[in-house]
């Protein structure tokens, strides 16, 4: 099922499969602002990462000595939320521990995520909650993808990346889909040209060390666009499809990342995890503006 949320200015879909973002319309000009999830470039338009984010050191992780395996990112991107409240200009979306989920992930918890429309913008909110008895660790990340042909004729490199109000952030190389923060460094980012090719070694990932930043994906030649921002999002990536030259651009808040490249594999030690005792909550959230 697909849920519509829409206000004066947006229009926007929702999936209860992954709670996914599939469309959002400006309305007056209907201009689509996500991607289209074309299988032959990639499938997907803003799947939600939990509860990790990015890849594991060989897909597997330890609790307490026992083992567990995991793709990347998490599976909550596949899995079947159910709808808890609706409004015209909203709606909350629920997935819930079961037998399952423990087959891989020994936690008991609540994920929520709520959209809402609010003028030009859609905020996307998130509540996770330790609904055990132990202490529980988890990552969490958005996945967002953009259009980069949003007026008739664009092309991919008539696109760029803004930052603000930093224009220089620590860059976190990537190994084989794992990190190295060892090796970090700062880079200025700001503009960022962007082609095909600036995705040949995977996601551009940065450092945000919890501050507020806003990246703004436009077009140089009509100024169509969008800008994401967090308030205390732990790293950012942004990403696109290669070699397959698929017409997108993904900008990332995370409140986790991946596996270092010299990760223990204990999941309590896991680098940027996020901790909740019994009974506790986490919240996050981040901000789509399209212009």
């Not at 990552?139 to 042909?149: C, E, I, K, N, Y």
């Amino acid at each position: 099922m697909t849920v519509l949320i829409e206000n004066e200015q947006l229009r926007a879909l929702i999936s209860e499969h992954g709670a996914e973002l599939t469309s959002l319309v400006e309305k007056n000009s209907s201009r689509e602002y996500l991607w289209n999830g074309d299988a032959k470039y990639w499938k997907r338009h803003a799947p939600v990462l939990f509860p990790i984010e990015g890849k594991l050191k060989d897909d597997k992780y330890f609790v307490e000595g026992k083992e567990f395996h995991m793709t990347q990112h998490g599976f909550a991107r596949d899995s079947k939320f159910s709808i808890v409240n609706q409004t015209l200009n909203s709606v909350t979306l629920e997935l819930c521990s079961d037998e399952q989920t423990k087959t891989n992930y020994p936690y008991d918890f609540s994920l929520k995520i709520t959209y809402e429309l609010v003028g030009n913008i859609l905020k996307t909110s998130y509540t996770v909650k330790n609904t055990g008895t132990q202490t529980m660790y988890f990552g969490l990340g958005a996945h967002p993808a953009f259009s980069t042909l949003l007026a008739a004729g664009d092309r991919f490199e008539d696109y760029v990346i803004e930052t603000e109000p930093r224009t220089t952030l620590l860059r976190i190389p990537l190994k084989n889909s794992l990190i190295d923060p060892k090796n970090a460094y700062q880079e200025k980012c700001s503009p960022l040209e962007i082609t095909h090719e600036t995705f040949k070694d995977d996601a551009l990932i940065y450092d945000l060390k919890q501050e507020k930043e806003t990246f703004i994906l436009k077009s140089k030649k009509h100024g169509h666009g969008v800008s994401v921002s967090s308030n205390d999002s732990k790293a950012l990536g942004i990403w696109s499809s290669y070699p397959a030259k698929g017409q997108f651009v993904c900008i990332e808040p995370w409140w986790s990342v991946a596996d270092t490249i010299d990760s223990n594999q204990d999941f309590k030690h896991k680098y940027y995890t996020n901790v909740l005792k019994q009974s506790t909550e986490f919240n996050a959230s981040f901000d789509i503006k399209v212009f």
